[in-house]
Structure formats: structure tokens, C-alpha cells
């Protein structure tokens, strides 16, 4: 049996964060994934500025070679359609200036297939020698023995750990069966995606697009534009509106490129690459316990993901980092109990927290179409909300803003 302080399982964004986080410390571990990359992972491909803001926080060289890859398309907005079809461009930042005339220093973010993502956070894994990177490994039990964890993969191999840091994605057994953490509908999300060539009509800036239309709220239809023509395209949508409309997602999809008014112009000459994927989305709109007597879980794993714009992997390699600094100090303390790993809880929850709550609140909010028609509305004459929502990306203050009825009320006064 092979020994380890720190077992990861999962290395899509939150272990591959972690095993980066704890390599950068000296601290050795082993990372195992069933798959073998590059592997795809279902997603919108949707890289935000927190995702810099997390990677930059483990080491700003991981982030340059990121900028510097060719397989990422700088995104310097986002596209913003109301139920009744107001659309609001948003530029990346306060200033920024459609027309061509802003200053464009940094991307809101970037689009890239989860493919090369995935697979360019494994190669930085493969620069670091104290991670033992293990892939095609599936980790199916977990056996909590007096001094740590036995992990055993499908073939039999037995690894014990100090601690673990369970990453394994919204279809986690682990966060299931040992953490006791459910589905439940109203906190869960699914979410279908396609690949299409030759999407018409988009953004000159490479914006990404968020349509939410009229019966897909609490949810909305993505086009995110991809380099070489291509775009991500996709819904999602709560699972509780799922089941009680009765809704087939991937029907839905094909329904809104053929027929809707505006997309089937846009669609016209686009070709469906391969097929359309499905997975969940465990949201963060509900705090829960995230850690036990030597675990902690992190990303999907954790139920992170945001409840308005459906954004996970900034929030998993936040999480990831703040596991493999929580498994440092508790590694110098040699204290593993649930007690200890429990200020992992509390210092996510103090970073992610205040975002999750509003996201949550704004979810809800979008519910009534004919406030958010309004809101569209008034922003693409108003320069001021423009401003606003384009600070929205950066500041949780500004966020807190759209939450309170003050806010819609003097909108609507001063339009
Ligand atoms: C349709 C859709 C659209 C989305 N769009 C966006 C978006 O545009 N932007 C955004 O930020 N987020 C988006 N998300 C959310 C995002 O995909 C996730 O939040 C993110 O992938 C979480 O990262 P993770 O590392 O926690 O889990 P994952 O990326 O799921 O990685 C988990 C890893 O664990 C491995 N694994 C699983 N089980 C085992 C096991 N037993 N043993 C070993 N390895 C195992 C898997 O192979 C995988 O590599 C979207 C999600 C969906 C479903």
C-alpha cells in the first residue's frame, strides 16, 4: 500500500488548484482522475475574470502562460437579452466603449473548450514534481481507518492518506454517501451543450450571450463564441422548473435554433458539431458542510456553482486553493478532525459566500420578466447602469445594489 499526505481525487479545475496550491507550498500529493487527458468535460467553456483572479492567486505564471496560449479567445463582454428581447451590451469594464474607442488592457475573460482548459491545468501538474499526477485511475471507496483514509482504485490499488481532498465533480458518491449532501431540485441545475461552425451575428468584441428567454427563466439559451468559427451553444435551467414544466432540454436546444425568430437567421448556415451533452450543475445557493474528519470537498463536489450565471470553475479552483492551504496548516498541526477542517467552511464560505447569497437573490429576481424588460431596457439607454452591470463582474458591493428594491425604484424615477 502506497502512502501520501494528501490525496486528491478529481483533476479538472478544483484538485488540479489544489495539487497546484499544495506544489507551490512543497508539499507533496498524489491527484488521480478516472480519466486520461485531454478529456472533455460538459460545460459552456465560459472562462470569467475570477478564474484569473483564482489561478493568479496560485501563481501569476500559471495565468501569463494561460494569456499566451493559442487555444483561448479573448471575451471583452457579456450580452445581456431580457424575456422581451431588450438586449444590453455590457463591455468588460467601467469605460469601456463599444465603439472601438475604450482602452482594452485585460479581457473580461476568455472562451475555450474545456478540452484544452482541462488539459493546460494538467500540463502545468506535470511541471511540478512533488505531484504524482495518476490518470485513467477510478477511486471507488473510500475506507476511514484510525490514522486516515485508504483510497482504492478500480484495479485494487490501495493508497492511505492523511487527508483528502474530494474533487471529483457534481456526480460526486463521496459528497453523497459520506458528507451526506443531497440533490435537491430548487438547489440544482442542468444544463445541455452543443458545438456549432458558423454561428452569424456575433459580438465583434467575441461577447459572450446570455438569452434569457421568456419560458426558460430561472435559466437561459448561451452562445459563447469559440476561436475558429466555432461557439458554444446551450441551456440550462433549474431542475425543479425542469421537472414541472415537463421541459426536454436538448429538445429545447434544437427548437431554438430552428424556430425562434432570431436565432433561426443566426443558425441559418451553422453546422451541429457532434453530439449535445448533458450534466448537472449543483448550485451554491445553499450553504452546507463542506468538510469532515479528513476531507474536504471542493468544487462541483462542494456545490459551488453559482445560481444566476451558472459559473463553476472560478469558485472550484478558489475552493481547491483555500483545501490545499487548510490541508498545510492542519498537516503542521497534525489535527485532522472535523473541528479543525472546518475552518475550511468557514473561509469559503467567507470568500464565496457574500457572492453565492446574492447570485441566489438575483436568481430569484429574474424570475419576473417584466422587471428584468425593464431593467434591460433602461440600461441600454442609461449609461450609468451600463456601468453598473459592467462592474457587476468585480464587485460584489455593486451586485449587492441590484438586490434592493431602492435600486429599481430610482431607476425607474430617473430613466
Ligand atoms: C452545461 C454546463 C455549462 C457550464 N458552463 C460553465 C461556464 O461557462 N463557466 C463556468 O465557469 N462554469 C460552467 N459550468 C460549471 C463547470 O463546468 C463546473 O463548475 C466545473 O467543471 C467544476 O470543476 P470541478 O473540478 O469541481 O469538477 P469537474 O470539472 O467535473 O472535474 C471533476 C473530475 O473528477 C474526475 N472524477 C470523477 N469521478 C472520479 C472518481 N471516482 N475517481 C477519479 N476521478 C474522478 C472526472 O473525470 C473529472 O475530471 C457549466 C456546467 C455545465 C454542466
Redo the contacts with the bound molecule.
Keep these: 500500500m502506497k502512502n501520501t499526505k494528501v490525496f486528491i ?8 488548484a489544489a495539487s497546484l496550491q499544495l506544489a507551490k507550498m512543497g508539499i507533496a500529493c498524489v491527484i ?4 486520461v487527458f485531454p ?1 472533455d ?8 475574470g475570477k ?1 484569473i483572479a483564482a489561478l493568479n492567486r496560485i501563481d501569476p505564471e500559471i495565468t501569463a502562460r494561460l494569456h499566451a496560449s493559442p487555444f483561448t479567445l479573448n471575451s471583452w463582454g457579456v450580452t445581456f437579452a431580457s424575456p422581451g428581447r431588450h438586449s444590453l451590451d455590457v463591455g468588460c469594464y467601467p469605460g469601456y466603449d463599444s465603439t472601438g474607442d475604450g482602452i482594452r488592457e485585460k479581457p473580461m475573460g476568455y472562451v475555450c473548450t ?1 478540452l484544452e482548459f ?1 488539459n493546460f491545468l494538467i500540463e502545468e501538474i506535470k511541471r511540478c514534481p512533488q505531484i504524482e499526477l495518476l490518470q485513467g ?4 471507496t473510500y475506507e476511514r481507518v484510525e490514522d486516515g483514509y485508504i483510497v482504492t482504485d478500480d484495479t485494487g490499488i490501495k493508497t492511505k492518506a492523511d487527508i483528502l481532498i474530494i ?7 463521496f459528497t453523497r454517501e459520506i458528507a451526506g449532501i443531497t440533490m435537491e431540485p430548487k438547489h440544482y441545475m ?4 452543443a458545438y456549432y461552425q458558423n454561428v452569424q451575428g456575433n459580438h465583434p468584441d467575441n461577447f459572450i450571450e446570455l438569452h434569457f428567454l421568456k419560458h426558460l427563466l430561472p435559466g437561459y439559451f448561451w452562445v ?1 463564441p469559440l476561436p475558429s468559427g466555432r461557439a ?1 451553444v ?1 441551456v ?1 435551467m433549474l431542475s425543479e422548473a425542469i421537472r414541472s414544466k415537463k421541459i426536454h432540454l436538448k429538445k429545447t436546444l434544437l427548437d431554438i435554433v430552428k424556430n425562434d425568430p432570431v436565432f433561426k437567421e443566426r443558425f441559418k448556415e451553422a453546422e451541429l458539431i457532434g453530439g449535445i451533452e ?4 449543483p448550485l451554491g445557493s445553499k450553504r452546507r458542510k463542506i468538510s469532515g474528519d479528513r476531507y474536504m470537498l ?4 462542494a456545490y ?2 453559482d445560481p444566476f450565471t ?7 479552483i478558489y475552493s ?1 486553493r483555500i483545501a490545499a492551504l487548510t490541508a498545510a496548516s492542519a498537516l503542521k498541526e497534525n489535527n485532522f478532525s472535523a473541528k479543525r477542517m472546518a475552518a475550511y467552511d468557514a473561509e469559503v464560505y467567507r470568500i464565496l459566500g457574500p457572492e453565492l447569497k446574492l447570485s441566489y437573490r438575483i436568481q430569484q429576481l429574474v424570475r419576473f420578466p417584466w422587471l428584468f424588460d425593464k431593467l434591460i431596457k433602461i440600461g441600454s439607454r442609461n449609461k450609468q447602469l451600463r456601468e453598473l452591470l459592467s462592474g457587476m463582474f468585480y464587485e460584489v458591493n455593486l451586485r449587492k445594489k441590484l438586490t434592493k428594491p431602492s435600486f429599481y425604484v430610482r431607476m425607474l424615477l430617473n430613466r
Excluded: W
Aim: with cysteine.
Design positions: 481525487v478529481g483533476a479538472g479545475p478544483a484538485g488540479a488521480a482522475d478516472k480519466a478529456r468535460k460538459v460545460c459552456g467553456d465560459g472562462l470569467s478564474v474545456r482541462d485511475v477510478c477511486i471507488d474533487a471529483n465533480g457534481a456526480h460526486s458518491s442542468a444544463g445541455v451543450r459563447f458554444n446551450g440550462g448533458g450534466y448537472g450543475l471542493a468544487g462541483d463536489a459551488l456553482i451558472g459559473e463553476g470553475i472560478g469558485n472550484g481547491g
